[in-house]
């Protein structure tokens, strides 16, 4: 319906005199039902080019649609409404088909080809493998997945990718904190191999000290800036467990960092299954060394003359790009700043040619990711083809209070522990529910109510309704069939109020991918639930008479199909009973 509306009111905008070319007219839902179903302010952002009325403009715009473009079918009516908005409302006609549409795709209903022969590849979460998945990382994660799941929708060939740093100095740092744990370990009293003499001789050396700015007591060679969250601890001891004291006398932390970055990546692929997030590829940073990737793009680089010496350091020349300065690629210690890989992984990533790369960053990106597209424009590779989603971070609310949560520290909350306590399904869609460019408090309290107030129960709970109707409608020899149902008998204004809700669904899968606004989605759902709501509390279904049961039964049934196939994308279950 809006595709046809809006090639008609371009056809007629052409026949106008001084429309400028290629002008489109923008198309909208009004907020109030009364004013029709779409409609188009065209006429008010033509008025001063055209130096006539809005009214004026949109009586002629009227008049040669009805003329020239209206086709009964779809429009029953347009009307113009204060200074010049158009309304256009459906017919009865169109809106049965595509209930009737809605019925015969059943679980297709909402896919779509506008992607077809498109490959997309998508990266997100790329936490480093330091330490557990926090809260800020499972939003990255549900949007990530949810515009991943889009994109399938509407044809992609969708790849899922997490790019891990695993090359850093962050990495020694972590292999310096569980060695350090794993001497703390060694050194208690009951281990099976506590009376051994290398472990005695060890035991009177080892010391302990209070970490700065902290009131924990740790090993005296525990880092300054280690990580002390009890996960290093439980890989330390299964280190211990496993090899003994017999990594004592190792020469480097190599073995205690690759067990661990083993450990917490096999523990981030957990979690992330526990979302319902499988990713296709595991990208890691190191991978990108040891192919020679990273130096032949800084050679590639300064091929081009973009990059100099100063100060011991190798500069990259931003301000030449539109930056205000010039970018560190090296350190004057001869270690790679963060930036360089990534220019060096998302040449990787033209190299695989998809029609669109998108990554998922957090607000703390936002100065630094236009550094690697002036760095793939400079090796002339089509950085339009990089989109970026950034998303601002989260706030636990507990009771109207917040949860403090930090990063190295040991007090985060992890996104296990968060599932725990409000199950996959409601974190999924909480962090959906929000526009990604909105700072998100989480409230715990009402994630974990079973009442119409929490989102995710209230869309759960009209799906299980329906369900429970059509079951019990089957229990009396009521079956549902949309073949016989006689759908023109849909004349209530809560049925026709949920067909309207219903059929925009393929519509609204289309813009939330292209988009890539997940949380729009999640709104429509909770629409579409509250218009079903209505019409279950208007219109009886069980006790009507047989073709009046049997029609709104087929209305039921194409409700619980929106829902279910909305709630499949942003991840959810969709209960029968609850």
Same mark, same amino acid.
């Given at each position: 319906m809006k595709e046809y509306l809006r090639s008609a009111l371009g056809r007629v905008l052409r026949t106008m005199k001084n429309v400028p070319t290629g002008f489109l007219p923008e198309l909208s839902v009004p907020a109030n039902p009364d004013h029709g179903d779409f409609a188009t302010n065209c006429a008010m952002q033509l008025a001063r080019h055209l130096r006539r009325s809005p009214r004026a403009i949109a009586d002629e715009i009227v008049a040669a649609f009805m003329a020239k473009e209206h086709d009964p079918f779809y429009v029953q009516s347009v009307t113009i409404a204060g200074a010049g908005f158009i309304n256009f409302r459906c017919s009865d006609r169109y809106l049965y088909r595509e209930l009737e549409s809605c019925l015969a795709q059943g679980t297709e209903f909402g896919r779509s080809s506008t992607g077809l022969d498109k490959r997309a590849l998508v990266e997100f979460v790329s936490a480093n493998p330091t330490g557990p998945l926090t809260v800020g990382h499972g939003r990255n994660a549900v949007l990530g997945?949810?515009?991943?799941?889009?994109?399938?929708?509407?044809?992609?060939?969708?790849?899922?990718?997490?790019?891990? $740093?695993?090359?850093?100095?962050?990495?020694?740092?972590?292999?310096?904190?569980?060695?350090?744990?794993?001497?703390?370990?060694?050194?208690?009293?009951?281990?099976?191999?506590?009376?051994?003499?290398?472990?005695?001789?060890?035991?009177?050396? !080892?010391?302990?000290?209070?970490?700065?700015?902290?009131?924990?007591?740790?090993?005296?060679?525990?880092?300054?800036?280690?990580?002390?969250?009890? !996960?290093?601890?439980?890989?330390?001891?299964?280190?211990?467990?496993?090899?003994?004291?017999?990594?004592?006398?190792?020469? =480097?932390?190599?073995?205690?960092?690759?067990?661990?970055?083993?450990?917490?990546?096999?523990?981030?692929?957990?979690?992330?299954?526990?979302?319902?997030?499988?990713?296709?590829?595991?990208? $890691?940073?190191?991978?990108?060394?040891?192919?020679?990737?990273?130096?032949?793009?800084?050679?590639?680089?300064?091929?081009?003359?973009?990059?100099?010496?100063?100060?011991?350091?190798?500069?990259?020349?931003?301000?030449?790009?539109?930056?205000?300065? =010039?970018?560190?690629?090296?350190?004057?210690?001869?270690?790679?700043? !963060?930036?360089?890989?990534?220019?060096? !992984?998302?040449?990787?990533?033209?190299?695989?040619?998809? =029609?669109?790369?998108? $990554?998922?960053?957090?607000?703390?990106?936002?100065?630094?990711?236009?550094?690697?597209?002036?760095?793939?424009?400079?090796? =002339?590779?089509?950085?339009?083809?990089?989109?970026?989603?950034?998303?601002?971070?989260?706030?636990l609310m507990r009771a109207g209070e917040e949860v403090k949560m930090s990063t190295r520290k040991a007090n985060f909350v992890t996104l296990d522990e968060l599932m725990d306590e409000v199950t996959p399904d409601v974190t999924r869609y909480f962090f959906a529910m929000r526009s990604a460019q909105k700072h998100l408090e989480f409230d715990l309290n009402l994630a974990r109510e079973a009442s119409d107030k929490n989102p995710v129960f209230y869309l759960q709970y009209a799906h299980a309704r329906i369900c429970s109707i059509l079951q019990k409608a089957a229990e009396i020899a009521l079956v549902s069939d949309p073949a016989l149902a006689q759908l023109t008998l849909l004349e209530h204004e809560a049925e026709i109020a949920l067909i309207k809700e219903i059929i925009q669904f393929p519509q609204i899968v289309v813009s939330c991918a292209q988009a890539r606004e997940p949380h729009r989605l999640a709104t429509y759902l909770r629409g579409v639930a509250e218009a079903f709501t209505r019409f279950y509390h208007s219109c009886r279904i069980i006790g009507e008479r047989r073709e009046v049961a049997l029609v709104r039964m087929a209305l039921a049934q194409a409700t619980g199909i929106t829902l279910r196939n909305g709630l499949e994308i942003l991840g959810i279950s969709a209960p029968e009973r609850m």
């Open positions: 997945d949810t515009i991943a799941r889009l994109l399938e929708w509407i044809g992609y060939a969708v790849t899922r990718e997490y790019y891990f $740093n695993d090359a850093g100095r962050q990495m020694r740092v972590l292999g310096a904190s569980v060695r350090s744990r794993y001497e703390e370990v060694i050194a208690e009293d009951d281990q099976p191999f506590s009376t051994s003499a290398r472990v005695v001789q060890h035991r009177h050396s !080892y010391r302990t000290k209070q970490l700065a700015g902290s009131k924990a007591t740790v090993p005296a060679s525990f880092p300054e800036d280690g990580y002390i969250g009890t !996960y290093i601890i439980e890989i330390a001891r299964e280190l211990a467990r496993v090899h003994g004291p017999d990594l004592l006398d190792a020469k =480097d932390d190599d073995c205690f960092e690759r067990a661990a970055k083993q450990t917490i990546l096999s523990d981030i692929r957990a979690t992330l299954e526990r979302l319902g997030v499988s990713m296709d590829n595991y990208f $890691n940073e190191k991978s990108l060394y040891d192919s020679g990737a990273v130096s032949e793009t800084l050679d590639a680089l300064r091929e081009r003359r973009m990059i100099y010496e100063r100060d011991g350091a190798t500069w990259f020349k931003t301000s030449e790009l539109g930056k205000e300065s =010039d970018t560190v690629l090296v350190k004057y210690t001869g270690e790679p700043t !963060y930036r360089l890989p990534d220019i060096a !992984y998302h040449v990787d990533k033209m190299k695989r040619d998809y =029609d669109v790369v998108i $990554n998922i960053f957090g607000a703390d990106h936002i100065a630094t990711y236009p550094d690697i597209l002036r760095g793939l424009d400079v090796l =002339d590779l089509d950085s339009d083809r990089v989109e970026v989603v950034i998303y601002q971070f989260v706030t």
